[in-house]
């Protein structure tokens, strides 16, 4: 099964193409570009299920990802930023002077929400793709 998972915000969304065994692809697209960019993806990876996470926007990114022609599953947001914020720093290991700061107080260097987006398409998967999680 291929999910294509959303990570709504105002400005930007994270977006997230994963299947049970691995991530496809990730990025951060800005709002105004969500639907060309969902549009693509689903196309490009054969998407079946789009996930949207139930917080800021997520009402307005579900009505949207509905036309895409897909079953639209929302996921509980809940802890997936500080999750995804610890994933973002393991993949991303500091350099140079940053390395010495203590791990609290080491921020990515970049948004993050595709990070967000891949927590939600493995709550997804994991959940044995439950209609509400």
Same mark, same amino acid.
């Given at each position: 099964?291929?999910?294509?998972?959303?990570?709504?915000?105002?400005?930007?969304?994270?977006?997230?193409?994963?299947?049970?065994?691995?991530?496809?692809?990730?990025?951060?697209? =800005?709002?105004?570009?969500?639907?060309?960019?969902?549009?693509?993806?689903?196309?490009?990876?054969?998407?079946?299920?789009?996930?949207?996470?139930?917080?800021?926007? =997520?009402?307005?990114?579900? =009505?949207? =990802?509905?036309?895409?022609?897909?079953?639209?599953?929302?996921?509980?947001?809940?802890?997936?930023?500080?999750?995804?914020?610890?994933?973002?720093?393991?993949?991303?290991?500091?350099?140079?002077?940053?390395?010495?700061?203590?791990?609290?107080?080491?921020?990515?260097?970049?948004?993050?929400?595709?990070?967000?987006?891949?927590?939600?398409?493995?709550?997804?998967?994991?959940?044995?793709?439950?209609?509400?999680?």
């Amino acid at each position: 099964m291929v999910v294509l998972a959303v990570d709504p915000g105002r400005g930007k969304c994270g977006i997230a193409v994963c299947s049970e065994e691995r991530v496809l692809h990730r990025e951060v697209a =800005a709002r105004e570009d969500l639907e060309g960019r969902l549009r693509e993806l689903v196309t490009r990876y054969g998407v079946e299920v789009v996930v949207v996470g139930d917080q800021t926007g =997520a009402q307005e990114v579900t =009505a949207l =990802a509905e036309r895409l022609g897909r079953p639209v599953v929302q996921v509980s947001e809940q802890g997936t930023t500080l999750l995804a914020r610890a994933r973002y720093l393991r993949d991303h290991p500091p350099r140079g002077w940053r390395r010495l700061l203590p791990p609290f107080l080491r921020v990515p260097d970049r948004p993050y929400d595709d990070y967000v987006a891949v927590l939600l398409a493995e709550r997804f998967l994991g959940a044995g793709r439950r209609k509400s999680i």
